[in-house]
């Protein structure tokens, strides 16, 4: 069995394409060369962006490309967790999206994540003890629009639909359970 590094920053070599890699730093620095080397702007590149809005049918300025999960999430908690609100999370959990949410003052519980989602009976304990997580929505998920909505870094979901099979996502999840 091969040992496969999670570690922050430190994607391991053997799954990148070091040449197609280095081609495509190529054509960018060819297409455009003070694009490439400037800090840009905060929403992100603006070809980029254009290039994910005509491929989901948006608006440029609907579309933001963040430097990665850390400021992604920054960015959302930011706009969406208040000190005190209650905020339920998977486990285990991106340890830099615990520090953000409880930086924010949140209340932050866990939820086991196993392979084919979230742990629905600690879900329903958990909301039996008393815990009221913040309702929100954010735009459609792909085959899951009926019971949760996708906000970047976060699906929020009613339990009253089945979250567990729509918990599917990688890296940092946050989930709010509406209540029905």
Avoid at 117 to 135: M, N
Wanted: proline share 6%; charged share 20%; aromatic share 6%.
């Amino acid at each position: 069995m091969q040992l496969i590094s999670f570690a922050r920053g430190a994607p391991s070599l053997d799954i990148i394409d070091v040449e197609g890699l280095k081609a495509a730093a190529v054509r960018a620095f060819e297409a455009d060369p003070s694009g490439i080397t400037a800090y840009g702007t905060s929403v992100g590149y603006p070809p980029l962006r254009t290039w994910i809005a005509a491929k989901h049918g948006v608006d440029a300025e609907q579309v933001i490309v963040t430097n990665g999960s850390l400021q992604a999430d920054a960015l959302l908690f930011e706009h969406l967790v208040k000190p005190g609100d209650t905020v339920v999370v998977e486990k285990p959990t991106y340890d830099r999206t615990l520090l953000g949410l409880r930086s924010l003052g949140a209340e932050v519980h866990q939820v086991t994540l196993h392979e084919d989602g979230i742990d629905v009976a600690e879900l329903r304990a958990l909301l039996e003890s008393g815990v009221r997580p913040k309702p929100t929505s954010g735009s459609g998920a792909s085959g899951c629009r009926r019971c949760c909505r996708w906000t970047r870094t976060a699906w929020w979901c009613t339990p009253a639909r089945s979250p567990r099979r729509c918990a599917r996502a990688s890296g940092s999840v946050t989930w709010s359970v509406r209540q029905s």
